[in-house]
């Protein structure tokens, strides 16, 4: 159903720099602010980025948001074991009136 | 801060009425905050169900509407989640959280509740 498309899984090195990616229509992203959470296991997602590329006060600016187009990105530099989370993006869609989420993205330290 | 508790049966009967409640803690449900609900199924992404300003103002996932009500409490600072007729595809950990809409389009949801697990089954 989830009209966002991430991969499903990244995995890299201690301290090596991972990009995830979420593609969306001109609906979603291509016309809204687009907001990244993280989930740590057997936690509530969190607040990770919001309104493209803005940090919530106490989140490391390891991590980075970007959009273009119908397209976000998420970045986290000198990853670190503790950023190992599932990594959802998400936006308004104007044709279906509501919030959509990505399909998520586990992330993986190796 | 604002902090949210979810609550409510973990276990309802196919065919049945899931029935949740969610209080607000630290700050006003009236407020100029949306309060939305979120589900998750065991191993699976984040779905969102629906959304509520304290005027009464609602909007629901269009896949969920039919069967979805939200509604607020102002007295109890208490937000409330009614999906009627559950099927085993409906069980999930149900969180809610807080609102943040600047302009339309433009909301992202925090804090989020702990969570609760409601199972299907009969």
């Known amino acids: 159903q989830s009209v966002l498309t991430q991969p499903p899984s990244v995995s890299e090195a201690p301290r090596q720099r991972v990009t995830i990616s979420c593609s969306g229509s001109?609906?979603?992203?291509?016309?809204?602010?687009v907001n990244w959470y993280q989930q740590l296991p057997g936690k509530s997602p969190k607040l990770l980025i919001y309104?493209?590329?803005l940090l919530p006060s106490g989140v490391s600016d390891r991590f980075s948001g970007s959009k273009s187009g119908t397209s976000a990105s998420l970045a986290i530099s000198g990853l670190q074991s503790e950023d190992e989370a599932d990594y959802y993006c998400a936006a308004w869609d104007d044709s279906l009136n509501g919030y959509v989420f990505g399909t998520g993205t586990k992330v993986t330290v190796l | 801060q604002v902090q949210l508790q979810e609550s409510g049966p973990g276990l309802v009967k196919p065919s049945g009425t899931l029935s949740l409640t969610c209080t607000v803690s630290g700050g006003s449900i009236s407020s100029s905050n949306w309060w939305s609900w979120v589900r998750q199924p065991p191993g699976k992404g984040l779905e969102w169900i629906a959304e509520?300003?304290?005027?009464?103002?609602?909007n629901y996932n269009p896949s969920l509407k039919s069967r979805v009500s939200i509604s607020v409490d102002k007295s109890k600072n208490q937000v409330s989640l009614k999906l009627s007729s559950v099927t085993t595809a409906d069980t999930a950990v149900y969180y809610c959280?807080?609102?943040?809409?600047?302009?339309?389009?433009?909301?992202?949801?925090?804090?989020w509740g702990q969570g609760t697990l409601v199972t299907v089954s009969s």
């Open positions: 509520i300003y304290h005027s009464g103002s609602t």
């Open positions: 001109s609906s979603n992203i291509g016309n809204n602010a």
């Open positions: 959280a807080m609102s943040t809409v600047i302009v339309a389009g433009t909301e992202w949801f925090d804090p």
């Open positions: 309104y493209d590329d």
